[in-house]
């Protein structure tokens, strides 16, 4: 299943998606121009919570109240946002929510 994602191509909530890893623009003042996050351990996460590929990616990219109608894939600049979207995929899983 994690070989479909790996080619993955597309954006998510504006987030540009390349083979399967999140490309984001930095701010202006950080030396570096661009940062790749590999996304791909938590899409796929999201796909064994949630059920499907289609289904995770719209998740992905869709508000949620519990990140503060942030969507998950807009979190995943940082490791402290990404445990977030991680704990409330296992929350989900698990029937918290």
Do not use: C, N
Not at 7 to 12: M, S, T
């Amino acid at each position: 299943m994690a070989e479909g994602l790996k080619g993955y191509d597309g954006a998510v909530d504006g987030v540009k998606i390349l083979h399967g890893v999140a490309i984001m623009a930095q701010f202006p003042q950080a030396r570096q121009t661009r940062q790749e996050v590999d996304v791909e351990p938590i899409i796929q996460r999201a796909i064994e919570v949630i059920g499907g590929r289609e289904e995770a990616m719209r998740w992905l990219g869709t508000p949620v109240r519990a990140l503060d109608y942030a969507t998950p894939i807009s979190r995943l600049h940082d490791p402290e946002s990404r445990e977030q979207v991680l704990s409330l995929l296992t929350r989900l899983e698990h029937g918290v929510l």
